[in-house]
């Protein structure tokens, strides 16, 4: 059975900063692309970000471009380094594992194409 467990989620002032984490067991990591979505209250699930574990590509939306930083560890863990964090960016976390069959861009605008989700994280950005 595949798993994603995610932390990391929280409660900050407009600025500051978080780390998600994304620990994903029963299957091969490396031919992957794993990321985090995000949605706001009333409003549709968002990719985020992703990455190709095997390449290590990247792919961010443009409003986090440049205050948030994808990585992984290579064996079974995604991280999500958010800086600078703005009241918009208060949503919950979904991390997201599928087969990367498709360019980032692609396979992180189509969420119904995701074939594993974490459980969530609540993060809350106060200004």
């Known amino acids: 059975e595949v798993q994603l467990v995610e932390s990391g989620g929280g409660l900050v002032q407009a600025g500051g900063s978080l780390r998600l984490s994304c620990v994903v067991s029963?299957?091969?990591?490396?031919?992957?692309?794993v990321g985090w979505f995000r949605q706001a209250l009333g409003k549709e699930r968002e990719g985020v970000s992703c990455i190709s574990v095997m390449e290590g590509r990247t792919y961010y939306t443009n409003s986090v471009k440049g205050r948030f930083t994808i990585s992984t560890d290579g064996r079974n863990t995604a991280y999500l380094e958010m800086n600078n964090l703005k009241p918009e960016d208060t949503a919950d976390y979904f991390c997201a594992l599928t087969d990367y069959d498709k360019p980032l861009p692609v396979l992180w605008s189509e969420p119904q194409s995701i074939h594993h989700w974490g459980q969530g994280s609540q993060v809350t950005v106060s200004s």
């Open positions: 029963g299957l091969t990591f490396d031919d992957h692309a």
